[in-house]
């Protein structure tokens, strides 16, 4: 049996049809999809299924959009190993840089097929209409995730609304307008017909344009695209989504801890997720093969392995140690007005979305001190504080022998906490990638999306609500009203330091520093200077930092950082039509 796929690539056919065997799965396989056959009922489902898997190599799931979303900003720097530049702003931010040339060509390639399900639908005989107008709403709010990253990425690019089966070079970017222009009209076309709540898990919904919504305005309100009524349309649907909850069956989950517990990926919290599942022939599962997998959770991995008696496990997770959080991010967990053994504790989302303990599971002789260890015992602890001199005294005198401590003086590159909103430890094999579904969109992004537009817009007191009510949900029981801030505290920069908290690692935190035009401001100020040789938990020493602060200011032009470079691959293939964005050669 054949696996089906659609013969579209880089701009949609620039100059050659090519294929991927894992792009484009369907429940009845045909060999090749064309026009006659998704203007068929088999052939148009068949279509939509090939839209949607696309996700799987433009979410952080994927080592390279990864790269481009994640590092390189105040909430991760490079680990133990780097290849894109992305992380220190390094030689390697090339336009022949393969992660920026790989996404535009993936990205591209399902917009082509999203064009095509689109275009065709309306021919198909033999299903519902109202089948048939759920298939191309979802097609449409697809499409619009799709150029809603290209643009946030490469700013203006080719706007191709119309299906693409033969090969050419007549091709050129449009504005940012128009394609955030097309975004919007995607989005909204698609609120009169999508159904309010998914058929199945991973299916996109109404609230998922609305939410779409909500962010594309904020987004745009920031860019040289921006309208007059941005923030205004921002709020209205943001809180449209929130004010109508139980209409679409979304909420909150009461408990942090919950929002990212496996088997909960297409909770209430959730607006849009990728799937994956254990079946190999849908989901990449492949250890050394990244096409179509989820590797999410190898990247937040730090060297737990080279701790004492603690070996490379399935629970513990493959340790790729790709993003290494930044001192900023651990401490911005902590309350100013905590202190003592209070310190880093009211905001439980430090706790619940970050490993901080590692236990014994290599019992032996070789621990710390010499103590004999055994499975279960602590190995070591990471704190997002500096150890009380009581807390160190009570930890040298334990009957079992001292455990290693990590504190943010001591956290390197191979020892530091790790974030755990991606762990799988029911993986098929140390080196197996996750099938857990990856959330995309949650519904606490909705608050602080109103959050952040109704502080533009002068509604300070409902901007307030808004940010209180995710920041109570991370509340420690008994200690809720702590968490809550005031008017007086309200500005971008608390903003964004409230999506870090929440939204963290997430795949937006690029994006988010670009939009607000604080990206060089903050890689200054939280990201800290390499060094090679700094004192470890373990007593050893190892590097930390990065150089990002130190490149991000010696560019060519500071609007180099604020854009992905286009990849030159289409540059040439065009003839120059497509042109280059500023600071790249």
């Known amino acids: 049996m054949k696996k089906s796929f659609i013969t579209v690539s880089a701009l949609a056919l620039l100059l050659a049809a090519t294929s991927c065997s894992k792009d484009f799965l369907s429940e009845n396989p045909r060999s090749v999809l064309v026009p006659s056959f998704l203007g068929t009922p088999e052939g148009v489902q068949a279509g939509l299924t090939g839209v949607y898997s696309g996700l799987r190599n433009v979410s952080i799931s994927n080592e390279e959009a990864a790269y481009m979303t994640v590092t390189g900003t105040d909430e991760f720097m490079r680990g133990i190993a780097a290849s894109q530049g992305y992380e220190d702003y390094s030689g390697l931010l090339i336009p022949t840089n393969s992660a920026a040339t790989n996404q535009w060509s993936i990205i591209y390639r399902y917009i082509n097929n999203a064009n095509g399900v689109i275009q065709y639908a309306s021919t198909v005989q033999g299903l519902p209409p109202a089948t048939v107008a759920q298939i191309v709403a979802q097609a449409k709010i697809l499409r619009a995730h799709y150029y809603f990253l290209l643009v946030q990425y490469y700013g203006d690019v080719p706007l191709q609304l119309a299906f693409v089966d033969a090969p050419t070079k007549d091709i050129s970017r449009a504005p940012k307008a128009a394609v955030y222009n097309a975004i919007i009209a995607d989005l909204t076309d698609a609120l009169g017909t999508i159904a309010d709540k998914a058929a199945q898990p991973g299916r996109v919904t109404r609230a998922t344009a609305l939410h779409m919504l909500s962010k594309v305005h904020l987004t745009r309100a920031t860019s040289t695209a921006k309208q007059a009524d941005d923030y205004a349309k921002a709020a209205q649907f943001a809180t449209e989504l929130i004010n109508n909850k139980a209409r679409y069956g979304v909420d909150l989950e009461a408990d942090a801890a919950d929002v990212f517990r496996e088997g909960n990926e297409s909770g209430k919290e959730v607006l849009m997720n990728v799937q994956f599942n254990a079946d190999p022939t849908f989901t990449g599962l492949e250890p050394f093969n990244g096409t179509g997998t989820n590797q999410s959770s190898f990247f937040f991995r730090t060297r737990y392995e ?59 002789t070789n621990g710390t001190g010499g103590r004999t260890a055994v499975v279960g015992d ?118 964004l330091d409230e999506r870090s908290r929440e939204l963290g690692g997430e795949g937006m ?77």
């Open 509 to 585: 935190r690029w994006f988010d520093l670009v939009r607000t035009g604080k990206l060089i401001e903050r890689v200054q100020a939280h990201v800290p200077a390499f060094v090679a040789s700094k004192t470890s938990p373990t007593g050893g020493t190892d590097n930390y930092g990065s150089n990002a602060a130190r490149n991000i200011v010696a560019g060519r032009t500071p609007e180099q950082f604020y854009l992905r470079p286009i990849p030159q691959q289409e540059i040439d293939r065009t003839g120059g039509k497509i042109t280059q964005n500023p600071g790249y050669l």
């Open 306 to 364: 080279l701790l004492p008696n603690v070996a490379r496990s399935i629970v513990y997770g493959r340790p790729f140690a790709r993003f290494i959080p930044t001192p900023y991010l651990v401490r911005n967990y902590i309350l100013p007005t905590e202190s003592g053994r209070q310190v880093g504790s009211t905001d439980t989302r430090w706790n619940k979305w970050f490993t901080n303990m590692w236990l014994v599971n290599s019992p032996g």
């Open 378 to 495: 602590t190995a070591a602890l990471y704190l997002n504080r500096e150890l009380l001199p009581a807390e160190r005294a009570r930890i040298n005198s334990r009957p079992g022998g001292a455990y290693v401590v990590g504190t943010p003086s001591n956290f390197t590159t191979q020892f530091s906490p790790v974030l755990n909103k991606y762990d799988d430890p029911t993986r098929t094999g140390v080196n197996n990638p996750s099938d857990r579904p990856l959330i995309v969109y949650r519904f606490a992004e909705t608050y602080l999306i109103a959050a952040e537009a109704n502080m533009y817009l002068g509604n300070t007191a409902a901007a307030v609500g808004f940010i209180n009510t995710i920041r109570q949900r991370a509340g420690a029981p008994g200690r809720k009203n702590e968490m809550n801030i005031t008017a007086a505290q309200l500005n971008i920069d608390f903003i």
